[in-house]
């Protein structure tokens, strides 16, 4: 089965490549007629998801922050200039015979000033421009990690539609199966063939069949909400699971393979180790600040007024180059070195805690996919039996050797069994999209694989009929048991 190939894909590849999930998911759309698809809700997903488009703004805006912190390191130049209007009030009279006096006098003055800088030596921002490096991976793995989350949940929710749908026409069919039941029932109460108690009973399990009908009805209709959630449109249908859906065993099938792929490829895991190196540089970011910051610089200024008696105008301009060592910084450096080194051993325990939950799950999930490929096996023999059991029980009821009891627990059982067949094949398919969720491998290929296991031809609708038939023509119920005489 192509939707559970082996895996081969290397952690820089996984990232660029789910990095192009929005473009790669630009492609040509099942008629509405036909139903949407899994592979257009996942592109509808990927590109109007609210989530997603805020992780991808993160990104961007980390990225960013790597042009801050390199600016630091480029030349620094600046200008300041200002025009003044003076005045000023002289009181003062010599007392010296003959001397004039003096008076107020006012002027305009300007001056200007150009300062350019170079960092020649500046060990802190060189480490701000590495950690900027280490949150773009960490925020790039993060976004991979989010895509791979969201096409697994529109996944999840295509899949519980039809979950929902398989489960209430299986509760259809039981609600008038069991009605005909009832119906006869009462017919040959009126006759007196069967007592009141048979007709109650009837009555009962058609209540019972009613309320579970209802509740199926209700999941749904709920289920399509979880899919205009995740990608801001309403579906009027969608394409349903084909019946030959090959249920196999997990590829590679050794679980210790599926691990070491998870520890080589899993977003979350890179994450959290590329959380560790940003950490690694907020240490060296705090020790760089006990070491000197050397630049070149050069100023230029001038000056100029017309106050009166004062021609000309004044310039000066420096060329050189200057030092500056942190001496005494009353302890906050040594205790911002022992804040980043802690936050650094809070992060490796982080790093390790995922890659634990990283292996857990995986173990778990591949277990689970193995354990559902023999459910589903034992569910489809169980509609069989519980097939077989209600003709017998059918059987005996016609000659008198059963009564009605006995057949409705069957047709209750019966159509358990569908339901739980349903439920096992669809948590096959869910279980298997989540092993390659964990194990990092979930993309754009194992949705357009799994994508081709629909039939175009079978939709669900939003506005689901009153009068399909579809499971009583595949369980064959035939005309009511006749009860003996």
Avoid: C
Avoid at 72 to 94: C, V
């Amino acid at each position: 089965m192509p939707f559970i190939n082996d895996l081969s894909v290397s952690g820089r590849r996984l990232t660029r490549r789910a990095m192009m999930v929005p473009l790669a998911m630009s492609i040509a759309l099942a008629s509405q007629a036909q139903g949407a698809d899994l592979l257009r809700i996942a592109s509808d997903a990927l590109q109007n998801d609210a989530g997603l488009a805020s992780a991808r703004a993160n990104l961007q805006s980390t990225q960013e922050s790597r042009e801050v912190a390199s600016g630091d390191l480029l030349p620094q130049i600046s200008a300041s200039g200002q025009l003044t209007h003076n005045r000023t009030y002289d009181s003062k009279q010599s007392t010296l015979a003959g001397a004039g006096q003096s008076g107020d006098d006012t002027y305009n003055s300007g001056s200007l000033a150009l300062e350019a800088s170079q960092a020649l030596y500046d060990a802190a921002n060189a480490r701000e421009v590495d950690q900027a490096e280490s949150q773009i991976d960490q925020q790039t793995l993060s976004l991979v990690a989010s895509e791979q989350q969201l096409l697994f949940d529109a996944s999840s929710a295509y899949f519980e539609i039809l979950r929902a749908n398989d489960i209430l026409a299986a509760r259809r069919a039981q609600e008038r199966a069991i009605s005909r039941q009832l119906e006869q029932a009462r017919e040959q109460f009126e006759v007196g063939l069967i007592a009141i108690t048979d007709v109650e009973e009837a009555r009962a399990s058609f209540d019972q069949a009613r309320a579970q009908r209802i509740t199926a009805q209700s999941d749904l209709e709920v289920s399509f909400e979880a899919l205009e959630r995740l990608t801001g449109k309403r579906y009027q249908s969608i394409q349903s699971l084909a019946e030959e859906l090959p249920v196999e065993l997990p590829t590679p099938s050794n679980r210790d393979e599926w691990v070491a792929t998870a520890l080589e490829e899993s977003p979350l895991l890179k994450s959290a180790m590329a959380a560790v190196e940003v950490s690694r540089s907020s240490v060296e970011i705090s020790k760089a600040a006990r070491l000197p910051v050397v630049e070149a610089f050069a100023d230029y200024n001038y000056a100029d007024s017309d106050r009166d008696q004062v021609e000309g105008n004044d310039s000066a301009s420096q060329v050189g180059v200057r030092a500056s060592l942190p001496l005494y910084t009353g302890g906050s450096t040594s205790a911002q070195i022992r804040q980043s080194t802690y936050a650094l051993e809070a992060s490796q325990y982080d790093a390790e805690a995922q890659r634990r939950l990283t292996i857990q799950q995986v173990r778990s999930l591949y277990t689970q996919v193995r354990n559902d490929v023999a459910t589903v096996e034992a569910r489809r023999q169980a509609v069989v039996s519980n097939r077989s059991a209600l003709d017998a029980t059918r059987s005996g009821y016609e000659v008198g050797t059963r009564n009605i009891v006995d057949v409705l627990d069957a047709e209750q059982s019966l159509y358990d069994a569908i339901s739980n067949l349903a439920e096992a094949r669809y948590d096959y398919v869910l279980d298997l999209l989540e092993l390659r969720q964990q194990a990092g491998t979930l993309d754009v290929e194992v949705i357009r694989e799994l994508n081709a296991e629909l039939d175009a031809e079978q939709a669900v609708m939003l506005e689901v009929s009153e009068d399909s038939d579809a499971y009583d023509r595949l369980l064959d119920i035939g005309e009511r048991p006749q009860p003996g005489a």
